[in-house]
């Protein structure tokens, strides 16, 4: 008798229409993953009569709900429905330009430039700080500015400021004077906790194993967490947290045709770039960022053996980085107690158009500054905490948001 393999094991995972509706036959979605453990628990009572054979009389099992932790190696639209549930808004097309011929393109240093324009509004438009824009149709010198990931750093209504972030050779922002048709366009899709008309998104996940044809299939399910983990060098990792309230057990597969994974390249910490307090910065060794959802189980209810439903806390966002100890601008936000911006932009390689995921927390908050010490260079380990930036808006530089993703695959 064959025994199940974790290499042929396929997580399957679906967004249900309801609570109660479980989503199986066709459809799905295959996750990629290092891991994925998801278990049913259920409370157990032990009887505690006192019989004349002086010997328990056994135990009964009670409420049930399920968990679960998908660990990976972070990609673009791979976790798309994951961020998406999290945040409580589903993604949607990012900002666009228009055709546009007022607008000029210059150079201001390597892979550093601006495009100002002569009339309308990039905040209008809904550009934001930490956007990743892509621009077409421009010609002559400035065709080195068409089809490369282009990352925001700073926004006003007439003048966007950034770089490319694709690595050299060839970087270099090609200077232009206005009067070709150019349009700039976000890169994919993006979301962000909203301030009102939040999702509620339930899924079905399935742990398929093929080689002893067992299915065991968890319905009602959540996402409660996730983990990012940026290493100084290496690959990225994320982690995602479920909960929910069944499972069932079958010897046939429930989802009958899903999609196959995706197949977008691994998202590597040495592409892409990092902003601390407005500034783009070289000297962070390490990001993690940790989302907690608060998601408890109601109930219980009499005549059930599982809660009727899931309550959600407050979005939580927090983590920690370790940078160079390199001057006093960092101790000096945690002493004084001020918020910073934080951005995170991951890119799969080097190249013009490589995908791209982007996290973007418009205000944190610093709660440590930890030294370390040696024969080496001094570190800092700074933890923070995000909250709602509440300064953010349309027709502003920044979302009015906790965090907002951007996801070139969405």
């Keep these: 008798m064959p025994n199940a393999e974790g290499i042929r094991k396929q997580t399957i995972i679906g967004?249900?229409?309801?609570?109660?509706?479980?989503?199986?036959?066709?459809?799905?979605?295959?996750?990629?993953?290092?891991?994925?453990?998801?278990?049913?628990?259920?409370?157990?009572?032990?009887?505690?009569?006192?019989?004349?054979?002086?010997?328990?009389?056994?135990?009964?099992?009670?409420?049930?709900a399920t968990v679960g932790n998908l660990s990976a190696l972070m990609s673009a639209a791979t976790y798309k429905l994951l961020w998406a549930a999290f945040l409580r808004?589903?993604?949607?097309?990012?900002?666009?330009?228009?055709?546009?011929?007022?607008?000029?393109?210059?150079?201001?240093?390597?892979?550093?430039?601006?495009?100002?324009?002569?009339?309308?509004?990039?905040l209008t438009d809904g550009f934001k700080i930490g956007d990743v824009i892509r621009w077409t149709g421009w010609a002559t010198t400035g065709v080195n500015?068409?089809?490369?990931?282009?990352?925001?750093?700073?926004?006003?209504?007439?003048?966007m400021t950034g770089r490319h972030i694709d690595g050299p050779p060839g970087t270099t922002v090609g200077a232009k004077a206005a009067g070709d048709s150019v349009t700039a366009t976000v890169v994919g899709k993006k979301t962000l906790a909203p301030l009102t008309s939040h999702t509620d998104d339930f899924f079905t996940v399935e742990e398929w194993h093929p080689d002893i044809s067992r299915s065991e299939l968890f319905t009602d399910t959540k996402i409660n967490s996730f983990a990012i983990d940026v290493p100084?060098?290496?690959?990225?990792?994320?982690?995602?947290?479920?909960?929910?309230?069944?499972?069932?057990?079958?010897?046939?597969?429930?989802?009958?045709?899903?999609?196959?994974?995706?197949?977008?390249?691994?998202?590597?910490?040495?592409?892409?770039?990092?902003?601390?307090?407005?500034?783009?910065?070289?000297?962070?060794?390490?990001?993690?960022?940790?989302?907690?959802?608060?998601?408890?189980?109601?109930?219980?209810?009499?005549?059930?053996?599982?809660?009727?439903?899931?309550?959600?806390?407050?979005?939580?966002?927090?983590?920690?980085?370790?940078?160079?100890f390199s001057d006093g601008t960092l101790p000096l936000a945690y002493i004084q107690e001020s918020t910073v911006n934080l951005i995170v932009v991951?890119?799969?390689?080097?190249?013009?158009?490589?995908?791209?995921?982007?996290?973007?927390?418009?205000?944190?908050?610093?709660?440590?500054?930890?030294?370390?010490?040696?024969?080496?260079?001094?570190?800092?380990?700074?933890?923070?905490?995000?909250?709602?930036?509440?300064?953010g808006g349309a027709a502003v530089a920044n979302d009015q948001t906790i965090m907002s993703i951007q996801d070139s695959g969405a």
């Design 15 to 64: 967004k249900q229409v309801a609570l109660g509706t479980p989503l199986v036959g066709a459809g799905g979605q295959v996750l990629r993953r290092e891991t994925s453990l998801f278990t049913l628990n259920k409370e157990t009572y032990e009887s505690t009569e006192i019989v004349t054979h002086q010997q328990s009389t056994g135990s009964r099992h009670g409420v049930q």
């Design 232 to 324: 100084g060098s290496g690959n990225v990792k994320c982690a995602f947290g479920f909960m929910g309230l069944g499972r069932t057990d079958a010897a046939a597969q429930s989802f009958t045709a899903p999609t196959a994974e995706t197949s977008g390249g691994i998202m590597a910490s040495i592409n892409g770039v990092l902003v601390v307090n407005g500034s783009i910065v070289a000297n962070v060794t390490g990001i993690k960022i940790n989302g907690d959802g608060g998601i408890t189980p109601d109930g219980p209810v009499v005549g059930s053996n599982f809660s009727p439903e899931m309550s959600r806390g407050r979005i939580k966002i927090s983590g920690e980085f370790t940078a160079f």
């Design 346 to 391: 991951l890119t799969a390689d080097g190249t013009a158009t490589a995908d791209v995921l982007g996290f973007s927390m418009g205000r944190i908050k610093l709660g440590s500054d930890t030294p370390d010490d040696g024969e080496k260079v001094i570190m800092k380990t700074y933890s923070f905490i995000a909250e709602l930036n509440s300064a």
């Design 89 to 122: 808004k589903d993604f949607v097309a990012g900002a666009t330009s228009g055709a546009q011929t007022n607008i000029t393109a210059a150079s201001t240093g390597g892979a550093n430039g601006t495009f100002t324009r002569g009339a309308g509004s990039f």
């Design 145 to 159: 500015n068409n089809s490369r990931n282009f990352f925001i750093t700073a926004l006003t209504a007439t003048v």
